[in-house]
C-alpha cells in the first residue's frame, strides 16, 4: 500500500498572479470541473475577501457538489485588530466553503519589515486567526510564508509561527517558500528538523525561481510532507510555481507515492491543455510530460532505434499521462492517432479512399498549423464525419459581406450580408451585430431558422483568437477557437486562416453545422459522440 | 578560492535537436561569439560528420580566435569497421577543432536492442576511436550515453564503459541522463560511486523530462562532477537540456561554485534573450533568472512590501544575472502599483490632486471593464502621462470604414478606408490587407508616413484576442491585446469593447502613439521608459 499524498491545487487563487492570466468566473468554474475529474483533492478557488469575481464562484461552484474540497484563501487578521471583527475573514466564513487557507508570517524580517509589527504580535494574529475559522468548524490550512528564509534566519521563531497554528487547531502546517530560493538539499534538511518538532501533518508549496520548484516538492516529500501545493502548467507569479503536471508523475510513476489514480493520470495532458486554452496562454512545446514535444523524436539515430523499442529514448510510456509519441520525420503518429479517434465515433476511414486520405492530409496540415484536438473536438468530428462520407450538407455559402463603419466619437456600427443556398433554396439576409462576427453569426442564423428554427437553442459562449506564426502579427496566421453551447451540451470549433473574419467564419459554420447535425439524429445518438469526445461540460 | 566548475555548452549541437529550432552557419557563429563573452569553457559547435552547415561553422570560427574551446560531436566508430578509416571520425579530425565529444554506449540493453551488436564490440568501439582522436594530440570527451539507465540496469558494463575511454586518453567521462528520467536522488548517488572507480574528471549531461535537468545538474556536482553541459533556455530534444541561465547562477550566486566571472555572470540575461532572438523561438516570460516576468510583482501586498525593501520577495538581486524588477499593474494590485509606475516615469502623481485621484479611478475602472494593463505597460504609460499633461497628440480619426468580402471558393477579401487629422491636416487613404486590422494598420500607416516616416522601423509582432464576460461571446465584451517591435524594443497595448474591430483599433493606435512619441522625444529619453518597464528585449 503506497503512501498517499493529498494534492492541493491553486491554479485559480496563486496561478492568476502569474503574470498575463486573468480569470473570469465562468473560466474558474470550467477549470475547477477539470480539476476535480483529475482528482486532485483540494480546489483553492480564490480570494474572498479581494475582489468579486472570487465570490461569485464560491457562489456557483457550491452548486457542482465536486468531490474536491473547495477552499478559500485570506490572510491572519490585522494587526492590532480583533479576528471575529476582520472583514476577510468574515468573507471566508460567508463564502460557505469546507476548507480554508491563510496566510502568515513565519519570517521574522518579514514581520519588522513587511508587517511592521512585532514578533509577539504576529503570532496572536496567527493564533486568533485560526482559532477563529476552526471555532466555526472549517478545515485550516497555514501556509507559513517564507517559511524556509525564516528559519534560516530565525528557527525558533519560524516554528513558534508553526506551534501557534497547531495550538488553534490547524489542520496542515504548508512550508512556503515564497521567494522561490531555496535549494532541494535544504528543503530536505529542514522538514526533516520541522518533522520532529511538530506533529501536524505537513505541506509544501514552493515557487520556480531557480527552476527547483518540481525537485524542492520532491525533496520535501522524500522528508516527509504530505500535501504539495501547484498548479496546473506552474502558472504563478514571476517565474510560477511547483508544476503539478510534473510532480504527480514524478511523485506517482517514479517514487512509488499514490497521488491519483492511475486512470485520473491518463487525463493530465488533456487537463494542461485545457487549462491552457481557458487561460488562453501558449504551452511550452517542450513542457515535460504533457507538452506537444515531451515525446517528440526528432534525431535519425533516435527515431530508427524508437521503431525498434519505444524504451531507447522514453523515461516513460507516454499513454500513462495521456501524451502520445511523435515521429517528426514521419506522419505515422498522426494517422493512427485519427484512426483511434474515427472508431471512437464508430466510423470506418478507408485509407485506399482518395477522399479519405485528402481530407485526412487536410486535418494533419491544420495540426501542424496549430490546430489541437483538445481545442476543438467538434471540427474534427466534423472533418473526420466528411471523410468518411457520413456528412449531411446543412448549406453552402454564395457570399457574404461585411461593412464596419466608425466616425468621429460614434462607436463602430457592423452590417452583414449573407447569401447561403439551403436545401437548394438561395436565402439572402442582413443583419448587423455588435461586431463583425456577431453581424455574421445573425445574419446566418435569419438565414437558417426557417429551416433549422432549433438553431434559436444554441449560442455562442465563448471566442479566442491567437496568432499562429508570430512573424508578423496582423499579417500573420491566426488560430479562432470557438465554444457554443445549447442546453445540454457545449462543443467547441476551430477556424485557421491569414484573415481572422475567415477563420471566425470557419468555425461558425463548423459550431452550427455540429449543433444541427446533432439535432437531425436521435438524441442518445446525438449526445453519444459529444459525451465521447469529452464535449460535455457539466 | 572556490571551486571552479567547467562549463561545456552544447546549444550549437544538441540544442538544435529542440523541435523548431534551426541554425544556420551565420546564426551559430552569432551565437558562439555570445557564448565566448559569457565566459562558457567549451562551445560544442556540431556534428561535422553529420551535415555541411557545420563543416562550415567549424572554419569560420576558427578565425575568431575565442577564448572558449571549440568542440566537434561525432560517436564512436561503426560496429566491425576500424577507427581510422571511419569517415566520421576523419570529418572531426579534419575540422581542426581543440576538442572532440565522442557518443558511446553505456547502457548494455542499447548495445542489444539499437546497436544490435556484443557488448565487447561497443567496449572496443569507445577504445579504438578514443585512442585514434587522442593520438592526433585532441582533448577528448566522452559522453557517456544513457549511463544512469545503463549503471541501474548492468552497473559493472557501465563502469567498462567508462574504464575503457579512460584508457584510451579521454580527458572527461560525462554522465548523461540521455532520457531524462533520472531523479536528483539517484543521480548524487551513482555520481559518488562511480568517483570512487574512476580518477578521470566527471561531467554530467542532463535532459529536462521530468522538470528536473537543473536539480540533476547540482546534484552531480554536489557529488564531485566538475563540467557541466547544458544549453541557453534549456533548449534540446523532447523536454530540452539542462539550463545553463538557471544552473550558472544557481551554482555560482546559491552554492559558491565558480564558473564565470560576476562580471560575465550579469551578461545571462542579455545572452538569453539574444539567442531567442537568433533561435526564433519566443522566450517564456516566466523562465527564471532571465524572464521578462522572473522579477516582475503582481500581488498589491508584495508590490508594498517591495517598496520597503526588495529582498522582501525576491530571492537575489535582478542585476546580478543583467535582469531587473518590474511591478505589473492589475486588479489584484493596490494603488502602491500605480504609483511605483509613475516613479519609474518621473511622473508624480499627487494623491491629493483631484486629476490624479479620477486617473486612477479610471484606470480601476478600466480594469474592472476588462482592459489588462498588467499586459500593456505601454497603454498604461500613455494613460499616465495624458493624466499628468505630458502627451502630446499624433493624429485624430475623423472616421474609418472597412469592408470585408467573401464569395464562394474565393478566399476574403478586406479593403479599408481611413480618414485621419495629422498636425490640423486632413488625410484621406485606402488600403488591403491579410485581414480587416491588417489593413486598417496598412491604411493608417499609409496616412502617417509623410508625417512619421520612422513608422516604418515598427510592426506588429503579436495580437491577441479574448471574450472577456462570456454571457454571449460574439456580443460579448472582447479584450485585444497587441505586442509591436521596432529594431531594439517591444511594447504592448490594449483595447476592449464589444466590437473587435473597435477594440483591435484602440489597441493598434496607442501602439503607434506610444512609438512615435518615443521618436519625438531625444534618443537617450526615447529608450528610458521603455527600458524602466522592462520592454527592451535584447
Chains 1, 2 share one sequence.
Not at 498572479?17 to 483533492?41: F, W, Y
Not at 534538511?189 to 514552493?206: A, D
Request: negative net charge; aromatic residues 6%; glycine residues 8%.
Amino acid at each position: 500500500m503506497s503512501t498517499i499524498i493529498s494534492v492541493f491545487d491553486t491554479t485559480l487563487r496563486d496561478g492568476t498572479q502569474g503574470e498575463g492570466i486573468s480569470l473570469s468566473a465562468e473560466d474558474k468554474i470550467k477549470i475547477a470541473l477539470k480539476l476535480d475529474t483529475l482528482g486532485v483533492h483540494y480546489i483553492e478557488g480564490g480570494n474572498p475577501g479581494s475582489n468579486s469575481k472570487d465570490i461569485e464562484f464560491f457562489q456557483r461552484v457550491k452548486q457542482l457538489k465536486l468531490q474536491a474540497k473547495i477552499t478559500a484563501f485570506g490572510s491572519t487578521r490585522r494587526k492590532g485588530a480583533i479576528a471575529e471583527s476582520d472583514a476577510n475573514l468574515n468573507r471566508i466564513i460567508e463564502s460557505g466553503v469546507q476548507a480554508a487557507t491563510l496566510v502568515g508570517k513565519a519570517w521574522d524580517f518579514h514581520v519588522h519589515t513587511a508587517l511592521q509589527t512585532t514578533l509577539e504580535e504576529n503570532l496572536a494574529m496567527i493564533y486568533d486567526s485560526f482559532r477563529y475559522l476552526s471555532s466555526k468548524g472549517m478545515e485550516t490550512i497555514y501556509d507559513a510564508e517564507h517559511f524556509f528564509d525564516g528559519y534560516k534566519n530565525n528557527s525558533e521563531y519560524a516554528i513558534a509561527a508553526l506551534k501557534k497554528a497547531e495550538e488553534a487547531g490547524a489542520a496542515w502546517v504548508v512550508l512556503c517558500d515564497t521567494n522561490g530560493g531555496t535549494l532541494p538539499g535544504e528543503i530536505h534538511e529542514i522538514v526533516s528538523r520541522v518533522r520532529e518538532q511538530i506533529s501536524t501533518p505537513i505541506g509544501i508549496h514552493t515557487h520556480n525561481d531557480c527552476e527547483l520548484a518540481v525537485a524542492n516538492t520532491l525533496a520535501a516529500v522524500q522528508a516527509g510532507a504530505r500535501q504539495i501545493q501547484g498548479t496546473i502548467n506552474g502558472y504563478g507569479e514571476r517565474c510560477g510555481n511547483a508544476n503539478l503536471c510534473s510532480i504527480l508523475p514524478n511523485l506517482q510513476l517514479k517514487l512509488g507515492y499514490s497521488c491519483v489514480t492511475d486512470d485520473q493520470l491518463k487525463l493530465l495532458t488533456g487537463t494542461a491543455r485545457y487549462v491552457s486554452e481557458i487561460a488562453n496562454v501558449n504551452m511550452p512545446v517542450n513542457q515535460p510530460y504533457v507538452g506537444n514535444a515531451a515525446f517528440a523524436h526528432k534525431g535519425g539515430i533516435h527515431v530508427s532505434a524508437i521503431l525498434k523499442d519505444s524504451k531507447t529514448y522514453e523515461h516513460i510510456q507516454p499513454e500513462l499521462v495521456g501524451n502520445k509519441q511523435r515521429v517528426l520525420v514521419s506522419e505515422l503518429a498522426g494517422q493512427s492517432n485519427l484512426l483511434f479517434k474515427a472508431q471512437e465515433l464508430n466510423l470506418n476511414l478507408n485509407m485506399e479512399n482518395t477522399e479519405t486520405r485528402a481530407m485526412i492530409d487536410r486535418i494533419k496540415e491544420l495540426e501542424h498549423q496549430g490546430y489541437q484536438f483538445e481545442g476543438a473536438d467538434a471540427s474534427l468530428e466534423l472533418m473526420l464525419r466528411e471523410a468518411s462520407g457520413d456528412l449531411e450538407e446543412i448549406f453552402t455559402l454564395e457570399s457574404f459581406k461585411l461593412l464596419v463603419e466608425k466616425t468621429k466619437d460614434r462607436s463602430v456600427v457592423s452590417e452583414a450580408i449573407v447569401k447561403v443556398k439551403v436545401h437548394g433554396e438561395t436565402v439572402y439576409t442582413a443583419a448587423e451585430g455588435n461586431g463583425p462576427v456577431n453581424a455574421l453569426d445573425n445574419a446566418l442564423r435569419k438565414a437558417l431558422y426557417q429551416f433549422y428554427p432549433q438553431i434559436d437553442d444554441m449560442h455562442l459562449s465563448d471566442y479566442k483568437v491567437r496568432v499562429i506564426n508570430e512573424k508578423d502579427a496582423t499579417a500573420a496566421k491566426v488560430r479562432v477557437l470557438i465554444e457554443s453551447t445549447d442546453f445540454s451540451n457545449s462543443w467547441n470549433t476551430v477556424g485557421v486562416s491569414e484573415n481572422v473574419i475567415e477563420a471566425s467564419w470557419q468555425a461558425l459554420v463548423d459550431s452550427i453545422r455540429y449543433a444541427l447535425i446533432g439535432k437531425t439524429r436521435s438524441p442518445q445518438s446525438a449526445e453519444a459522440p459529444r459525451e465521447r469526445l469529452g464535449l460535455v461540460n457539466h
